[in-house]
């Protein structure tokens, strides 16, 4: 999961499905579920006109150092949109229709597409929940954020941030 930050308290290492602060978001097959429910091609297309680009790994491209051309081959495997794999990585991790996997989303702007990280959350939000996600939207404004995050009491949700419309065709943790 790639550029949605989840704010919480620390891992526990010795037992990663316990998640950050116990949130579900912090279990890597949550996360990958999450992250194969996105269609980014529908959002490239219907948000940034076609010219987004998807990277293998977000945020890192052939140019730097260290890349591993090896990435872009595991990718869709990995990372693409795949409906119906989403669903079988939330019920391998314990999450289906009598227990479904519950967090909220913040539907705020950052000021880097004048709002549009309000439509792109809520166009992902419609993808988590076709999977099985109960996801809550959250308007609450910045401010109010900020305290959350800075105290540590915002668990369990996701929220845009970036600057590059790159960046927001995928999630991040």
Do not use: C
């Not at 792109?120 to 099985?132: K, L, P, T």
């Not at 609450?140 to 105290?151: K, P, Q, V, W």
Request: charged share 25%; net charge positive; glycine share 10%.
């Amino acid at each position: 999961f790639r550029r949605v930050l989840f704010r919480s308290g620390l891992v526990d290492l010795n037992d990663p499905k316990k998640g950050i602060d116990n949130s579900p978001l912090g279990n890597p097959l949550v996360r990958k579920a999450l992250d194969k429910a996105i269609n980014r091609d529908e959002m490239n297309k219907a948000f940034l006109g076609g010219k987004g680009k998807v990277y293998a790994p977000v945020h890192y491209s052939p140019q730097y150092p260290g890349w591993d051309s090896s990435w872009e081959k595991r990718y869709q495997e990995e990372f693409g949109y795949d409906p119906a794999a989403a669903r079988k990585l939330l019920a391998d991790a314990g999450y289906g229709p009598n227990n479904p996997l519950s967090f909220s989303a913040d539907v705020n702007a950052t000021g880097s597409l004048q709002g549009g990280e309000a439509d792109m959350m809520e166009a992902m939000a419609g993808y988590w929940r076709a999977v099985g996600a109960n996801v809550t939207l959250d308007q609450s404004d910045g401010a109010t954020l900020n305290n959350l995050d800075r105290n540590r009491t915002h668990n369990n949700h996701v929220r845009i941030r970036g600057s590059s419309s790159s960046q927001y065709l995928a999630v991040w943790v």
